[in-house]
């Protein structure tokens, strides 16, 4: 059975991987959003996905996905 390969120096900045950088703060902030509208759809794939409700009659809730669908 090979050895593990050991790695001397310093460990990698793990900071990109724990925290959000300042340009996706501000994508994310600049995105229009309103709660009256927004909604979360079950889908099989991703478990929810975000919706824009575009009508309601009744019941029945046409909503307007980010693909399009």
Do not use: F
Request: net charge negative; aromatic share 8%; proline share 12%.
């Amino acid at each position: 059975m090979p050895k593990p390969q050991v790695q001397e120096g310093e460990d990698p900045d793990p900071t990109p991987y724990l925290y959000v950088s300042l340009e996706q703060k501000r994508i994310d902030q600049s995105k229009p959003y309103d709660a009256k509208k927004a909604c979360w759809v079950p889908d099989e794939k991703e478990g929810y996905l975000l919706g824009e409700i575009k009508a309601t009659k009744g019941d029945v809730v046409s909503v307007i996905l980010p693909g399009g669908e």
